[in-house]
């Protein structure tokens, strides 16, 4: 085989490379060095927080006291502080991340910059993140792959709007360590009070997120103290510094091992005997030997071999780059995803996701976008914003109105196929997408999938399973949906009771009762029902069975639409009760018995019903000449010499059970 000029070239290099080496450190086997080098892991973090509370002073003091500046940056930094540094005589630290012109003239950051720095323990990415909220997409960007966040808090200013914005957001991208680095400690004296009020502050504030890991650490990035070295300054604080804590933090169980995902990134041919199936692990182990599932064909095989420049493997993990064949000639293709088949990911075209706008032009409702999720790409539109949400205060808004640069929602997305995802909580790397312009290709925004939507969930679509709702005369607004606007669970209060037993006095008064609560009420009483819709029925026991039918079937309805219905009949059988209790359900439905003799309805009726009665000139009243069934089993006994009390009885009947307010 002809020989390789460049390759001749590679091990001169690494020839000199190594006499060089063992010149300087004769006693180490600089094989064993670069090794272990190799294995070291990766830590990924950012830097956050207010404006001008000295994240690039921390970075830059990090790397200048770690010793990991060449002699040429250090000459330089040097210069560079003399002529457009804000550090007064001091060496200006920010410097070494603020490159573009902007930021050194002004002093702050405005790009996310990214710096790589390694100690004999562990390897390090730093991003760099602006502090300004026009800016905000720039930390979700820098922040999106990151294992911690460094808060930074100026000691001098306490706990900003800023601080509690940028921990929203580091709790939104899933970061699980934060390191709250108080800052400036010089400019108060290094007093420990003014710091252990600061951590209190922010406790109170961050117990409203989900950050399991939370470290406080007092410093002064422009001096060094508790930087890399502990300080003398702050005796009273014991803990460790950045670099320590950096160094040591425990990062290796965030990542999910258990649910194997592969997304296929690329289909390797390089010879007709060789088929391969190249990507990035996201999640999982993969062993030869395993059971795997191509989705979304769900076609099964076993894993021949895992293929990597270096040779092959018996197992991969996350986030190895490898080839992987397979045992059976199975059709996979780009966006495909292998799986364990006892261990699928959610199969869906329609999710709940949680949407950061990064586009200069606001949202336009009918914009088909392009969807990026693992290596799937397909069309996709945004279903319905659910609410918009303040970072400075989270606050959450109903507003419909566009989403415009750098604001956070909750949003529907349906996708023109489906895509294979895990929630963003379980799984980053299968939870996050990105909405792309179909226009102009700008990344619109990034999301982070809450999970998938129930079709009957689904907002202004008609799907298969609509139609067939349609078609059956069922409502497309799920009845959870109204309860959640409502505040109310869709029910029937059925009052009975002899004529003139203050029925009719107790259901208007409890009408107006509950409006001003706030509920949504609707009154059927007997008189108002016969003089309309029941207005050819007479007083027969058939005809009233008919009469108390239809009342039923109106309550059950104005439930299903989410009202409470107050209902006031004397309806007198009980085995009738039990048929309309049966008709609006017996979970929505609730008897209340007004509990009063004949004689007192007799003496309190407001009109001369019983006097007719006594004339001959109507018969069939329950009470006297039909029969009235006392209720055996009623959900709740009113008086009627009681009204005041019997509504507030109904009112707190319904507190107790659930019905309004929810709770």
């Known amino acids: 085989m002809k020989d390789n000029p460049n390759d001749r070239a590679i091990d001169s290099n690494k020839s000199r490379t190594v006499e060089a080496w063992e010149a300087v450190n004769p006693a180490v086997d600089i094989n064993a060095f670069l090794d272990q080098d190799e294995k070291k892991d990766l830590l990924r973090l950012l830097t956050a927080g207010s404006v001008d509370d000295g994240k690039s002073t921390l970075i830059g003091r990090l790397l200048f006291d770690s010793k990991k500046l060449y002699e040429d940056q250090l ?34 950051t405005i790009d996310v910059a990214y710096r790589y720095f390694s100690t004999n323990k562990r390897k390090f990415i730093i991003a760099d993140t602006p502090g300004h909220e026009q800016y905000t997409r720039n930390m979700i960007t820098g922040g999106s792959t990151a294992d911690l966040a460094i808060l930074l808090i100026d000691a001098s200013q306490g706990v900003l709007t800023q601080t509690r914005r940028h921990t929203f957001l580091v709790n939104l991208l899933g970061i699980r360590h934060v390191v709250v680095a108080v800052n400036k400690m010089d400019l108060v004296d290094y007093r420990q009070d003014i710091f252990d009020a600061i951590c209190r502050d922010y406790r109170e504030f961050v117990t409203r ?30 803990g460790p510094s950045i670099l320590e804590l950096l160094e040591s933090i425990h990062i ?47 076609r099964q095989s076993t894993v021949s ?16 780059s490898v080839t992987i064949t397979l045992e059976d000639e199975i059709d996979v293709s780009r966006g495909d995803m292998l799986v364990h088949p006892h261990n ?29 999720q693992t290596a799937n790409t397909t069309r996709a539109r945004i279903d319905e914003i659910r609410y918009q949400i303040d970072v400075n205060t989270l606050h959450k808004s109903s507003d419909a109105r566009p989403l ?6 909750r949003v529907v997305i349906t996708a023109s196929k489906p895509i294979y995802f895990d929630p963003y909580t379980k799984n980053r790397q299968t939870g996050s997408f990105i909405l792309i312009d179909p226009v102009s290709h700008n990344t619109s925004a990034v999301g982070m999938i809450i999970d998938r939507m129930d079709s009957n969930d689904l907002p202004s679509r008609i799907t298969e399973n609509d139609r067939r709702h349609i078609a059956s005369g069922r409502s497309l607004v799920h009845r959870k949906k109204r309860e ?14 002899l004529h003139g037993s203050g029925k009719k006095e107790l259901v208007y008064a409890l009408e107006r009762r509950l409006f001003n609560l706030g509920a949504k009420t609707v009154v059927l009483d007997g008189s108002v029902i016969r003089s309309g819709l ?121 507190q107790e059970r659930n019905i309004f307010p929810l709770k």
């Open 75 to 108: 000459a330089s930094l040097e210069a560079d502080s003399k002529r457009e540094g804000h550090a007064g005589e001091e060496i200006d630290y920010a410097l070494l991340l603020d490159g573009l012109k902007a930021e050194r003239e002004q002093g702050i």
């Open 344 to 372: 699928v990911p959610r199969v869906e075209k329609h999710f709940e996701a949680t949407l950061v706008w990064m586009d200069e032009q606001p949202l336009t409702p009918d914009t088909q976008f392009y969807i990026k």
């Open 534 to 654: 029941s207005r050819e029925l007479d007083f027969s026991p058939a005809d009233r069975a008919e009469h108390l039918r239809r009342v039923a079937y109106i309550c059950r309805i104005l439930n299903e639409q989410g009202i409470i219905t107050l209902c006031s009949f004397v309806s007198p059988c009980e085995d009738i009760r039990l048929q309309l209790s049966e008709i609006v359900g017996e979970e929505q439905f609730s008897l209340l018995y007004m509990d009063a003799d004949i004689d007192y309805c007799r003496s309190h009726t407001t009109d001369d019903l019983y006097d007719r009665a006594d004339a001959g000139t109507v018969d069939q009243i329950p009470g006297l000449d039909a029969p009235y069934d006392v209720p055996r089993k009623p959900d709740l006994t009113l008086f009627p010499a009681e009204l005041e009390e019997s509504v507030e009885s109904v009112v707190s009947f319904l």
């Open 484 to 497: 959640e606007r409502y505040n109310q669970r869709g029910v029937t209060l059925w009052i009975t009771g």
């Open 404 to 409: 415009e640069l750098n604001e956070i929602a």
């Open 252 to 298: 290796v169980s965030d990542r999910n091992f258990i649910d194997l995902r592969y997304p296929v990134q690329y289909v390797l041919r390089p010879s007709r005997t060789f088929r391969g199936f190249s990507g990035q692990i996201a999640s999982g182990i993969i062993r030869k030997g395993d059971r795997i599932m191509a989705l979304p064909s769900r």
């Open 209 to 238: 997120l989900d950050i399991p890991d939370l470290h406080f650490i007092p410093l002064s990035a422009l001096k060094g103290d508790n930087v890399v070295e502990p300080t003398v300054q702050m005796p009273w604080y014991r």
């Open 305 to 320: 071999s895992i293929v990597t420049y270096d040779g092959e493997l018996e197992y991969a993990f996350p986030p190895q």
